[in-house]
C-alpha cells in the first residue's frame, strides 16, 4: 500500500498519481492540523491533468462563444498554478481556440497556517480587462470556499459574462459552497497544504507555535523532517530564524 512517507521522496515512474488524489497528509503533535507537503513533480504533473480538462472544456466551447478568454491568477496562492498552466494553456492550445489572456487579482483570506481574516480582502484589483470575457480564475486551493466565492461575485460584478474556477485541490467545505470547475484532487478539511511556493511560510509562521506548546529546536525539526517530509537543507537554514523569533 503507498503511502505518505514513501510518496513525498519519490520521483519520477516511483510517483503514484492515484495517491496524491486524496491524500490525508500527517499529523504532528500538539497540533490540530494535519499537513501535506506536495512536491515539485506532484504538482507540475498534477496541474497538467487539470489543464487537459481545460483544453477538453475549450474544444466543446469554440461554437457557443463560452471557451475561456482570460484567466486571472489569485495572488498569492495561484502563482505557481498560474505560472505553470500558461504553458500548457497558451502555448499548449488547440488550434483555433483563442489565446487566453493572464491577468492577476489579489484576494486573501489567511494570516498563516489556520488562522483566517473574518472576510476576504481584495488586495488589488483586476489588472486586466474581463468585461463581456469568460474569466478562468486560478488558486491552489479551495478551503471552505470563501474565497471563490467570493472572487467569482467580485469578476461577474465586473462585467464577466461568465467565470469559471480552478484549484489544485478542494476540501469539504468548498465543495459544498463553491466546488470548482477544475481541479486536481481533494482532502480532509483539518488539512494543511504546503505547496511549493509556501514551504518557508509554514516554517515562519508553524515553529513559534510548537515552541510555545513546549516543543525544543530538535523536536521541531523531527517534525519536519521525518514526519512531514521537509527538505533537510531546508529546514536547517530556516528553523533557527523561526525559532529564535
Given at each position: 500500500m503507498t503511502n505518505y512517507k514513501q510518496?513525498?521522496?519519490?520521483?519520477?515512474?516511483?510517483?503514484?498519481?492515484d495517491f496524491w488524489r486524496k491524500p490525508e497528509g500527517v499529523r504532528v503533535p500538539d497540533d490540530e492540523l494535519n499537513f501535506l507537503l506536495i512536491p515539485d513533480e506532484v504538482e507540475s504533473r498534477a496541474l497538467f491533468e487539470v489543464a487537459r480538462q481545460v483544453h477538453v472544456y475549450q474544444r466543446n466551447h469554440l461554437d457557443n462563444g463560452e471557451a475561456i478568454t482570460r484567466a486571472l491568477i489569485v495572488t498569492m496562492g495561484g502563482m505557481?498554478?498560474?505560472?505553470?498552466?500558461?504553458?500548457?494553456?497558451?502555448?499548449?492550445r488547440d488550434p483555433g481556440v483563442p489565446k487566453i489572456q493572464f491577468g492577476t487579482i489579489g484576494v486573501s483570506l489567511y494570516k498563516g497556517p489556520g488562522l483566517r481574516y473574518e472576510?476576504?480582502?481584495?488586495?488589488h484589483g483586476i489588472s486586466i480587462p474581463v468585461s463581456e470575457q469568460t474569466v478562468l480564475l486560478i488558486d491552489d486551493l479551495g478551503d471552505r470556499g470563501g474565497t471563490m466565492d467570493f472572487l467569482v461575485d467580485y469578476v461577474a460584478d465586473s462585467g464577466a459574462c461568465k467565470v469559471l474556477t480552478l484549484a489544485l485541490y478542494m476540501k469539504p467545505a468548498a465543495m459544498n459552497l463553491c466546488p470548482a470547475d477544475f481541479f486536481f484532487g481533494e482532502t480532509p478539511q483539518d488539512t494543511w497544504i504546503i505547496t511549493p511556493?509556501?514551504?518557508?511560510?509554514t516554517i515562519i509562521k508553524r515553529v513559534p507555535m510548537w515552541k510555545q506548546r513546549g516543543a525544543d529546536q530538535a523536536e521541531c525539526y523531527r517534525r519536519l523532517v521525518d514526519i512531514i517530509g521537509y527538505p533537510a537543507e531546508l529546514v536547517d537554514y530556516y528553523?533557527?530564524?523561526?525559532?529564535?523569533?
Open positions: 510518496q513525498v521522496i519519490s520521483s519520477g515512474d516511483q510517483i503514484d498519481l505557481l498554478p498560474g505560472v505553470l498552466l500558461y504553458d500548457h494553456l497558451v502555448d499548449g472576510n476576504p480582502r481584495v488586495q511556493r509556501e514551504r518557508v511560510e528553523l533557527p530564524r523561526a525559532f529564535t523569533q
